[in-house]
């Protein structure tokens, strides 16, 4: 079951049907962690983060984000990761990503490339019914 | 032919009753995680009886599905008393389905390569189902095995229960040897070879115990149509609302 990763893939590929060797001990009225499921549509595609799951180990996180996540829309492949081991910047830093008006020219659409686009269709289509009204 | 009928039959039978069975446990389950995974697996498991319903009605001309599942004498049924049982608690649950679902995988990857078509196709396309169901059960089997002293001890009670029952899926139908000539399937006998063999690496690595059973306490009649008390009032409860008013479309 277990694929090689290349060394450069820190990944850790978990659910191994045959072995299932390393997990954690349920222990007495123990509360679960959560886990981060990410689910993808079809290979190639991102991996996008598709809710939580309550779990022991990664491998439950696994099998429960399967049903969870993985049921309804045609999927892949699904990444868990620790809840804990996401880190984030807080939203009282949300200031840091409000950009300048004046700087506009940084964003894709400033520079108009729709326009042009269209206007080169339009042409195009004018000149392929002039063709074919002369032929 | 009638054998393929009493095979595809009983594996119809077997899915429709265990499948209301786990589905008794939605809305009840130990987590929600758990109750979703554990519903999905019950919906699944009504799906395979669908499926195999309908290659009896296509095959061998029987009543439709519906028909088959909530107009039927409990007496025409064919499941085992393994299936029937009621759910009890989640320990017991759990050990019917890793139990049971291991029987199923194995039969249906013998079926995969079956001589009847309809029965290799539709192994081919439910392989999938099957190897989550599997996956899950031993998940559950291993962490609860070797999980705390209380956890241990009843798994163990569970499974000791369960083994009598559990064996009675292999109850042979009379004209098994059919099926076997044809290539059809290569019997129970086999099956709970591979069975014993596979289940026994999961148990072991659950650090729980084999139980012995000697064959006269194992629970047969399922296949020949006498049943336990329980699917008596399971059938009530299921045809319930098609008994209420015959032949209204959904």
């Known amino acids: 079951m277990k694929t090689k990763s290349p060394i450069v893939d820190p990944r850790i590929i978990r659910l191994d049907l045959e072995k299932s060797a390393s997990f954690n001990h349920l222990g007495d009225m123990e509360v679960w962690g959560t886990y981060e499921v990410f689910h993808q549509k079809k290979r190639g595609d991102q991996h ?86 002369t032929l | 032919m009638n054998a393929v009928k009493d095979l595809i039959l009983k594996m119809a039978d077997d899915s429709l009753i265990i499948g209301h069975r786990s ?33 009896l009605h296509e095959q061998f001309g029987e009543l439709e599905a519906d028909q088959l599942a909530f107009n039927r004498k409990e007496s025409k049924f064919r499941c085992c008393h393994f299936a029937e049982l009621p759910i009890g608690e989640y320990d017991f649950s759990l050990m019917r ?52 002293e ?57 650090g729980l115990q084999f139980p012995n059973v000697p064959e006269k306490k194992v629970h047969m009649g399922g296949r020949s149509g006498r049943h336990t008390v329980h699917l008596h009032m399971l059938l009530e409860e299921l045809s319930q609302v098609f008994r209420m008013e015959q032949g209204v479309e959904w």
Not at chain 1, 100 to 108: M, Q
Not at chain 2, 28 to 51: N, R
Not at chain 2, 102 to 111: D, K, T, V
């Open chain 1, 48 to 133: 996008i983060h598709a809710g939580v799951v309550h779990a022991p180990d990664p491998e439950m996180a696994l099998v429960f984000a399967k049903e969870q996540y993985g049921r309804r829309l045609k999927c892949a492949n699904l990444w868990v990761v620790k809840t804990s081991d996401i880190y984030s910047i807080g939203y009282e830093n949300e200031d840091m990503f409000e950009t300048v008006p004046e700087k506009i020219y940084r964003e894709a659409g400033g520079y108009k490339l729709r326009e042009k686009i269209s206007q080169y269709k339009k042409s195009i289509t004018s000149v392929n019914i002039k063709e074919r009204e």
């Open chain 2, 23 to 55: 589905s008794e446990w939605t809305g009840l389950g130990p987590i929600l995680e758990e109750d979703i995974a554990f519903s999905s697996m019950a919906q699944d498991k009504i799906g395979h009886a669908l499926a195999l319903y309908g290659i």
């Open chain 2, 97 to 148: 389905h890793f139990l049971f679902d291991h029987a199923e995988a194995i039969r249906y990857e013998m079926l995969s390569s079956s001589s009847f078509a309809p029965l290799a196709q539709l192994a081919r396309k439910i392989k999938g189902e099957i190897k989550y169901h599997v996956l899950h059960a031993n998940s559950w089997i291993l962490r609860l095995g070797r999980g705390t």
């Open chain 2, 150 to 206: 209380e956890s241990r001890h009843r798994m163990q009670s569970s499974l000791n229960f369960c083994m009598p029952y559990a064996l009675g899926i292999f109850e042979k139908n009379e004209a098994e040897s059919d099926l076997i000539t044809e290539g059809i399937f290569a019997g129970e006998e086999h099956l709970r070879i591979l069975w014993e063999e596979q289940i026994w690496k999961q148990i072991d690595q659950a």
